[in-house]
């Protein structure tokens, strides 16, 4: 019989916070509040703590506990593959992080005409015998127009894309879709896909009438995340890629509710 | 009425090769050997050619096109996409390429234990009057053990991750599955998601039977598709993730038959 | 005495286009048209042609070769670095990539205040027997104002960072500045990495009077360079991160002079 | 004279955390132990906090600064430079980020030859009233050979490239190329950019004689940290890119010294 390295005792004294796999890529599907869920692709990391006493982990098994929640990837689903992380691995502790693209049906707001839009989303979760964390990330590109440019400026302002990223712990369920309409409902005007003129008219309008500063943008979030009740922590950033530099300015603001 | 102002004409007398779209992120279903589909994500870029006497293209039209065509991708099904942005935007030559991960389901060599491996994936096609032109590329990691490190050394090699790149013109068809298992025989073995102890002897054991240095891989593969006939033209190259080097070392061959 | 493996003869009769070292990082100095030389961080791949009758190349003196020439890399010295390489490996062929930053101090518009704009510059040579080939990329990022966007809204256009990218080969010299000017003057403004509200006034009143398409960008590009008989090829082509969109519009043109 | 919107009285009374810069790319010098001092290029994040008071930050400023101290970074300088942020921008609270290459001469273990090897290094660093923080991190590539493949196979073990990340704040100065050393004497071998054969059989015998698994490179990382008097706190993770997987193995402890 094969030796077991991995269950030897290890004399170094030293408890490991996190061991396991990064970067592994797998087909998920994930829950979507219109149409039940969809199919999308995840990288991934899962890691567990490691006592002093043992020499190694067991890799393989963070693989088969993948394959097999792989199917089904929600904020309320997370939990029980957490937990069989624990278990299989018998550790206190069990982390995983799942960073995917997801699409959501946006319709052009003169013409009406659909497209779908992808945003970066995130969940970072970790189980333990006390506690259940879960973070969930979302970053929407938005269009943001320069208060000051639009000030100083006989006609014309410089805008560009910016990305928003909000990060939220919650107590009660709060969908993907929502993070998205807060950011955009922050900016000068939200992007899509698919444009045709009459929408293109519109939004170049539009935001001209709504200039932010990269500091508007994340205040402006703030008062949406503060108002929300159901979130009891968040940490917003906005990078906008300023049209007239080759670097981006940015904002960030956290906020912790007692 | 809205002036359209790419219609006008353009005094400058320059033919554009290539106008478009890049780097947009659309969910798509591609066609898959075994199970009939299989969703993926990709990123798309999208051209076509534009006379020197028009001002702009219309870019609005490719993501109509895309969005029609999202739901069945395959190389059989890409030329009809093509037909449509040549029709749409009165073009004599249209392009696309896809890159996105395809997973495939493989058991490890001693457990059969399944797991899903990972592939990048490329089409790159071209529509034009007179042809249709279709690249397919395939990045197979393997593992590659150093026949010189064997050769020298008293006990040991030095082995690696290695990425095989294989891209074919091909005049009947062939299967992704079949590029991979072109790549992984032509290393010192195939790797896979998910490993037990006996997998893990097998291939440790098996490599060391087969160190191959990267001109080995490349004209491992170059045999292999040279025998093929239904590949017209192939570039094959190998980049060895040297655990020895912070760099890479590297082999490419390009065959094109008569 | 130690077996050279690499030096054994290869019986599969199957010439190597090119084998070599990829993605290794180094310091190098370039030649600076304004300063005389410039110290920067390139990433290198050389390679040389290996034919049928050997069994492997000698990775180690590519990294010697490049140990030696760190010091002094201009598109004149180039071809020294590539005869070593045909010496020292004994081969018929051989080829280098360098990609590096390239810094240029700039004077805002109207305040003249000076900073540094990095631009992304590739090298790509190859030397034979019977020629010397050199291209030379330049990235430049510079604003673009888009002229549908002005003609059919009230107010404001949708602008954006773009980066027209720009690839020569030249019978003379041609130094990266030169390229840089090429770029600027074609698109809506030039950008800088630090202005002040008097510059920001000018770009943006500038910009709004220069709108230009991606199409614009590349044909005003075209212009250029075909009126420059040093210039004996080029490549030009320009990626718009259009502020409307999460995606970008791009352009090309090949230009081969007779 | 122009309006200064930046300066105009914000209403929603709220505090951010930061607001800056990010992605800059700048040529900087930064100080060798041995050499004094050594020439790369950096990625910049540079920020403050904005009072709830104010509308805006004055952007320009922070490159403004960057120019002025490009020529002398240093961890000793860099508290200079945040003392000019905190100065220039009426701030309370300065933070600044450099991501860089940093290159080291090494010999070969047997020829002695000589190359240099990049390293990734970040300085990370704040200035407040009360306090002057400090993060170095050092991310350094080595060898990593398989303890359980060495131990279940009649010959050969799986090995390759691992990326021991050390991040530190200290009391007293901390070179770069002492985290060096802690982390290639962590793993199965140090890693060259130039080997010749004799190298490589030494690297190969070395490495198969000294087998470690990710928690052992950690865990010993962690025992010469925590002699280590002048560093008060330490995070030591290692990621191996397991040649027989195409995911990577990952370690994570963290240490605070009392």
């Given at each position: 019989?094969?030796?077991?390295v991995?269950?030897?005792?290890?004399?170094r004294n030293?408890?490991?916070?996190?061991?396991?796999i990064?970067?592994?890529v797998?087909p998920i599907?994930?829950?979507?509040?219109?149409?039940?869920s969809?199919?999308t692709?995840a990288t991934?990391?899962?890691?567990?703590?490691?006592?002093?006493?043992?020499?190694?982990?067991?890799?393989?098994?963070?693989?088969?506990i993948?394959?097999?929640?792989?199917?089904d990837?929600?904020?309320?689903?997370?939990?029980?593959?957490?937990e069989?992380?624990?278990?299989?691995?018998?550790?206190?502790?069990?982390h995983?992080?799942?960073?995917?693209?997801?699409?959501?049906?946006?319709?052009?707001?003169?013409?009406?005409?659909?497209?779908?839009?992808?945003?970066?989303?995130?969940?970072?979760?970790t189980?333990?015998?006390?506690?259940?964390?879960l973070?969930m990330?979302?970053?929407?590109?938005v269009?943001s127009?320069?208060?000051?440019?639009?000030?100083?400026?006989?006609?014309?302002?410089?805008?560009?894309?910016?990305?928003?990223?909000?990060?939220?712990?919650?107590?009660?369920?709060?969908?993907i879709?929502?993070i998205?309409?807060?950011?955009?409902?922050?900016?000068?005007?939200p992007?899509?896909?698919?444009?045709?003129r009459?929408?293109?008219?519109f939004?170049?309008?539009?935001s001209?009438?709504?200039?932010?500063?990269?500091?508007?943008?994340?205040?402006?979030?703030?008062?949406?995340?503060?108002?929300?009740?159901?979130?009891t922590?968040?940490e917003?950033?906005?990078?906008?890629?300023?049209?007239?530099?080759?670097?981006?300015?940015?904002a960030r603001?956290?906020h912790?509710?007692?």
């Amino acid at each position: 019989m094969m030796k077991d390295v991995q269950n030897l005792a290890d004399p170094r004294n030293i408890d490991i916070d996190q061991v396991g796999i990064r970067d592994i890529v797998y087909p998920i599907v994930v829950r979507d509040r219109d149409k039940g869920s969809q199919h999308t692709v995840a990288t991934i990391s899962m890691s567990v703590n490691l006592p002093h006493n043992f020499k190694g982990t067991h890799m393989s098994r963070f693989v088969e506990i993948l394959h097999k929640h792989q199917a089904d990837i929600g904020t309320d689903t997370i939990k029980d593959l957490l937990e069989d992380m624990r278990t299989s691995l018998t550790a206190q502790e069990s982390h995983i992080e799942l960073a995917f693209k997801y699409f959501i049906e946006k319709r052009a707001p003169v013409s009406g005409q659909s497209s779908l839009m992808d945003y970066d989303c995130e969940f970072s979760s970790t189980l333990s015998d006390s506690r259940h964390d879960l973070v969930m990330t979302v970053s929407v590109p938005v269009l943001s127009l320069c208060p000051c440019s639009k000030e100083i400026s006989e006609y014309g302002a410089h805008n560009q894309r910016s990305t928003v990223r909000i990060s939220i712990r919650c107590k009660k369920i709060v969908w993907i879709e929502e993070i998205v309409a807060y950011a955009e409902s922050s900016a000068s005007s939200p992007i899509y896909a698919l444009l045709k003129r009459e929408d293109e008219k519109f939004i170049t309008e539009r935001s001209y009438e709504n200039p932010v500063f990269v500091e508007d943008i994340v205040r402006n979030v703030t008062q949406l995340l503060d108002k929300d009740s159901r979130i009891t922590w968040f940490e917003v950033s906005s990078s906008n890629m300023e049209s007239i530099h080759n670097h981006n300015a940015w904002a960030r603001v956290v906020h912790k509710k007692v």
